[in-house]
């Protein structure tokens, strides 16, 4: 099973932009739907991207939409979340995920089967 790491979060005054990655261990990264979901402090999880194995399906949230861009690199095993014009209500822990089941896993969390620790990123007004 993939173990997934993600990082690239940190501290960043609204308007800001910030890159995760997710990188995944084990040479079969390309079998694996990647999604991205954050949980605020009192909030529950939410979905924010997902990719499909191949990187040609690509779905967001609403609240995301235009301002945040998912994408992998298979010869590299990690998925990317590229953040722009951050708002403070962008504020969570952000988790990637991944799923063997589907080969675009979707919004639902209770689709993917592996996480990641999870990394803060804060944004300041």
């Known amino acids: 099973q993939v173990q997934l790491v993600e990082s690239g979060g940190g501290l960043v005054q609204a308007g800001g932009s910030l890159r995760l990655s997710c990188l995944a261990s084990?040479?079969?990264?390309?079998?694996?739907?990647m999604g991205w979901f954050r949980q605020a402090p009192g909030k529950e999880r939410e979905f924010v991207a997902a990719?499909?194995?191949?990187?040609?399906?690509?779905g967001y949230a609403d609240s995301v939409k235009g301002r945040f861009t998912i994408s992998r690199d298979n010869a590299k095993n990690t998925v990317y979340l590229q953040m722009n014009i951050l708002k403070p209500e962008d504020t969570a822990v952000y988790y990637c995920?991944?799923?063997?089941?589907?080969?675009?896993?979707?919004?639902?969390?209770?689709?993917?089967?592996?996480w990641g620790q999870g990394t803060q990123v804060t944004v300041s007004s």
């Open positions: 995920a991944a799923t063997l089941s589907a080969y675009y896993g979707g919004s639902y969390y209770s689709n993917y089967d592996v």
């Open positions: 084990g040479r079969t990264f390309s079998s694996y739907a």
């Open positions: 990719i499909s194995r191949s990187g040609r399906s690509t």
